[in-house]
């Protein structure tokens, strides 16, 4: 990202956003609310694109000096990026196996069997594979969002995109989530994580962003931005978050 900005008519929701990551980093976004954190997840994935600046994600180019993408552009972008959300946002009339089976054979042409083969693969790996055969709604929030980790996995992503995925869920549930996604993270994936969990931030990622105000007020290695951060707005959010 250059110089990346995004308004809503007169509110400028993002201002002057540079960023670059490199494959198998994960980045920790904090920041208080209303800062701009999950329009700038939106942006890399193409839900709201940016109104101003430049972007570079899964090999196309997009911005100033540049076409809008094309259809074709979009599926490669939406492809390689998977994206988990606050809410679930999984098909209550499908079962847990036919959630992450659709996309796959919608989008990459998979067969049903193939599709269904990788699916239990996927549930496996997040703990789930014994709940297959269920519906969304007999299942607890952390295995809901869980599901929905291996649903957006299943479209071999080369950058995931979490928008504060445990914020719905009680401690405990969240803790089942935040697990998931330390082993993906330990496994190698490049994730980007807008989170609240402070000790996620610190602990799991490489680097940690502060944002507010739509900007990027600081960055750096994890465990310095998070114990000794430098400018007085981001000291001012940490002892915040800290004191609660």
Do not use: W
């Not at 972008?77 to 992450?100: A, E, K």
């Not at 996995?153 to 330390?182: H, I, K, N």
């Amino acid at each position: 990202m250059e110089k990346l900005g995004k308004s809503f008519g007169d509110l400028k929701v993002l201002e002057d956003i540079d960023m670059t990551m490199c494959a198998g980093e994960v980045v920790a976004i904090i920041g208080p609310s209303g800062s701009g954190k999950s329009t700038l997840l939106r942006c890399i994935n193409q839900i709201e694109p940016p109104t101003s600046g430049r972007l570079e994600v899964g090999g196309v180019v997009i911005g100033e000096g540049h076409r809008e993408p094309d259809a074709r552009e979009l599926m490669q972008i939406r492809r390689s990026v998977g994206m988990v959300f606050q809410s679930f946002n999984l098909f209550p009339h499908l079962t847990v196996l036919q959630n992450v089976s659709l996309a796959q054979r919608r989008v990459m042409g998979r067969s049903h069997l193939e599709a269904d083969a990788v699916s239990m693969q996927l549930l496996s790996r997040v703990g789930l594979a014994d709940k297959a055969k269920q519906y969304p709604s007999r299942c607890s929030g952390g295995q809901q969002q869980r599901i929905a980790i291996a649903r957006a996995l299943a479209l071999e992503p080369q950058l995931m995109l979490f928008d504060e995925p445990t914020s719905a869920l009680d401690p405990e549930l969240g803790l089942e989530v935040l697990a998931v996604m330390r082993e993906l993270a330990e496994g190698g994936m490049t994730m980007i994580v807008v989170t609240h969990e402070m000790h996620f931030a610190e602990s799991v990622s490489d680097r940690v962003i502060i944002m507010a105000d739509g900007r990027i007020i600081e960055e750096g290695p994890s465990r310095e931005v998070m114990r000794s951060p430098k400018t007085e707005r981001a000291q001012q959010f940490l002892n915040a978050v800290k004191d609660r």
